[in-house]
Nanobody, 121 residues
Framework: QLQLVESGGGLVQPGGSLRLSCAAS??????????IGWFRQAPGKEREGVSC????????TYADSVKGRFTISRDNAKKTVHLQMNSLKPEDTGVYYC????????????WGQGTQVTVSS
């Protein structure tokens, strides 16, 4: 069982930045076996995909709403994936989850428990 733990959320003013981390731990699993996606869920809304990075970091994808502001990266040796979020807006508020899947186009296989991001003045 692959376990994912998110961290780095918090309260930030509009225009500010946060860096989220997704740490993986499991015996017998290597992080580079999976693409990692970030998702978010705002209050009263459905969960949506934010970004994804392939197993070898060759390809990344972003939702239109975050392009140019968010950057996803990974360090397989450290079993960590980061989401750098800049120029944050109130509409970025929500619970952010990371998820492991075989391909960015596929369905998540493992989920983290989420970290809260609140953008407010």
């Amino acid at each position: 069982q692959l376990q994912l733990v998110e961290s780095g959320g918090g309260l930030v003013q509009p225009g500010g930045s946060l860096r989220l981390s997704c740490a993986a731990s499991a015996s017998g699993f290597a992080l580079d076996e999976y693409a990692i996606g970030w998702f978010r869920q705002a209050p009263g809304k459905e969960r949506e995909g934010v970004s994804c990075i392939t197993r070898n970091s060759v390809s990344t994808t972003y939702a239109d709403s975050v392009k140019g502001r968010f950057t996803i990266s990974r360090d397989n040796a450290k079993k960590t994936v980061h989401l750098q979020m800049n120029s944050l807006k109130p509409e970025d508020t929500g619970v952010y989850y990371c998820a492991a899947k075989y391909y960015c186009s596929g369905s998540p296989k493992y989920w983290g428990q989420g970290t809260q991001v609140t953008v407010s003045s």
